[in-house]
């Protein structure tokens, strides 16, 4: 004979229809989001925000610590017709012993009283202790029988028990994980059907900004496909209250990434015609091709040079696009651009590239080592992206002027370095 000290678990509430009721206040929390806060942040940073205030953290076993205690106690037997066959009055003690088995585990706790859609027809036995301020409960098993017992039957009850919980958490983490893998989609439903009732109301224009028209007959360029529990704070209001502000729609940038990356790669290949150009030369071969599949307005410009290596799209002394094009000069090259980019007054969607070119350099590897360590130890990062591709990575840094403001920054990284042997075979003919 054995009994326990625990409490029936996963009975006091249905999962699928908590988790129902829980999802429902999707949209409360994006309308929660204070105005000017919400039309200043992007999609993804509101996402971001809710999707860690209203996933659902399934419960995790992590029995690998478990740990157990034994202690030798005086048994009440009393109430067993097999050890008190004439039902005397009163407590009747014998020695035994009860064993204490605690397992850590993580996860929302109150999971523990919701049964998932499938159960069986036993319940488990537990107790809970809820998680301290470490976020981690334990879950606890008691045990105790007499000490004329085999322990193998306490053994089997422990077995069968844990196999049950083991069970449950199955179930219920299927659950859960169906819920969560909808999350963002209605998260982003809800920020779009907000963002248009606001355009309706206050007549605010889709900011899609800039119109980047293209041009008839030109080349198209493969898009690439780009790969995207602390609650991550939204960015602050702009100090001056939100003002709709026009930017570059995401389609159009990555179509401009894709151009840039294509001639990149078609100088690549032939490295000894573009390594003789200098930083401005090469900044001018790329705003040609640009401007070769976008238009502007009266000029017919859309891309224009407005500093010695920078490639920008203006309005209103503001940029919505920024393109650097530096010589790999070591790290101060990298660092330098971006304290140069994130210095000009840019739209609030400000876009940007960074165009780095390796002549010198002969260990090309040893550089694309460097890139991504000196860009993430930028005091303005906000957030890195990681690789876009070889060569390519991503990032979003905080402008100057306002935190609020957020600038994206694709960093390239070409190769042109060509090998002395070809340098030299290049003037022994030219000399022929």
Request: hydrophobic letters at 35%; proline letters at 6%.
């Amino acid at each position: 004979m054995s009994r326990t000290q625990m409490n029936h678990l996963f009975s006091e509430g249905h999962l699928r229809s908590t988790l129902d009721a829980h999802f429902a206040g999707i949209r409360d929390a994006v309308n929660s989001i204070p105005r000017d806060q919400f039309l200043a942040s992007s999609d993804e940073e509101i996402i971001a925000h809710v999707h860690a205030k209203k996933v659902v953290e399934s419960i995790k076993l992590h029995e690998e610590r478990i740990e157990m205690e034994q202690e030798e106690i005086q048994l009440d037997v009393s109430s067993s017709h097999e050890r008190n066959p004439f039902a005397r009055s009163g407590p009747l003690y014998i020695p035994g012993f009860r064993i204490r088995v605690t397992i850590p585990f993580s996860g929302d706790p109150a999971l523990w009283k919701l049964r998932p859609s499938s159960y069986k027809s036993v319940l488990p036995l537990g107790n809970i202790r809820r998680p301290a301020r470490s976020g981690e409960g334990y879950f606890e098993m008691v045990f105790e029988q007499p000490a004329d017992v085999p322990p193998e039957r306490l053994k089997a009850e422990l077995d069968r028990n844990l196999g049950l919980i083991r069970d449950y958490l199955s179930y219920q983490e299927s659950d859960v994980d169906h819920q969560n893998s909808q999350l963002v989609t209605l998260i982003r439903q809800e920020i779009q059907a907000r963002r248009e009732r606001l355009e309706k109301q206050d007549g605010i224009a889709r900011m899609l900004g800039i119109p980047l028209k293209r041009r008839e007959g030109a080349p198209s360029v493969r898009p690439i496909r780009v790969e995207k529990r602390i609650v991550q704070p939204l960015p602050p209001p702009p100090k001056s209250g939100y003002k709709a502000e026009p930017g570059i729609a995401d389609s159009d940038y990555e179509d401009i990434i894709s151009i840039i990356r294509h001639e990149g790669r078609t100088f690549e290949t032939t490295p000894a015609t573009y390594s003789v150009h200098g930083e401005e030369d090469l900044r001018n071969i790329l705003l040609a091709h640009l401007n070769g599949h976008y238009k502007g307005g009266a000029t017919g410009e859309t891309f224009r040079s407005a500093g010695k290596t920078d490639i920008r799209i203006e309005d209103s002394e503001r940029s919505a696009f920024i393109a650097e094009c530096k010589v790999w000069a070591g790290t101060k090259t990298l660092s330098g651009a971006i304290d140069q980019i994130l210095s000009y007054l840019t739209w609030r969607d400000c876009k940007c590239a960074l165009i780095v070119f390796n002549k010198a350099q002969s260990r090309f590897s040893d550089l694309l080592a460097k890139v991504p360590a000196v860009m993430s130890s930028h005091p303005q990062l906000h957030k890195d992206l990681g690789p876009q591709a070889d060569g390519e990575w991503r990032f979003v840094f905080t402008a100057n002027e306002d935190e609020a403001r957020r600038i994206v920054l694709h960093v390239f990284l070409f190769n042109l370095n060509v090998p002395r042997s070809k340098k030299s075979t290049g003037r022994r003919r030219a000399g022929a």
